[in-house]
């Protein structure tokens, strides 16, 4: 059985970094795609970034590009997101997803449904 779970969330002051992780395991082949999304408070789940097996294709969304920095270690089935010059309003909840098939467009690797397992989330505050 497939289980999702993140770890690195925390409390972070504004203009700082963070570095979420997030394992996969129950799998022996690699995922076809990890991404990242989050939900802040009274709002939708927004896409972040994504990435393919071997890191082939790799999708930003907008609120996080040039900030944000996604790397996978497709052998451990394992994702982390490097979020830099964090703002107030990357406050939220960051989940991890994995699809088990590899996304060919960020139309499909942005799309919360397309993913076929979650993790509970790891919360992130940005504080001033």
């Known amino acids: 059985q497939v289980q999702v779970v993140e770890s690195g969330g925390g409390s972070v002051q504004a203009g700082g970094s963070l570095r979420l992780s997030c394992v996969a395991s129950?799998?022996?082949?690699?995922?076809?795609?990890m991404g990242w999304f989050r939900q802040a408070p009274g709002k939708e789940r927004e896409f972040v970034a994504a990435?393919?097996?071997?890191?082939?294709?790799?999708w930003y969304g907008d609120s996080v590009k040039g900030r944000a920095a996604i790397s996978k270690d497709d052998a451990k089935n394992t994702a982390y997101l490097q979020l830099d010059d964090l703002k107030l309003e990357d406050t939220a909840v960051y989940y991890c997803a994995a699809r088990l098939i590899v996304a060919v467009a960020q139309a499909v690797a942005a799309t919360a449904a397309s993913y076929d397992y979650w993790g509970p989330g790891t919360r992130v505050t940005v504080s001033s």
């Open positions: 129950g799998r022996t082949r690699s995922f076809g795609t």
């Open positions: 990435s393919t097996r071997n890191g082939i294709n790799v």
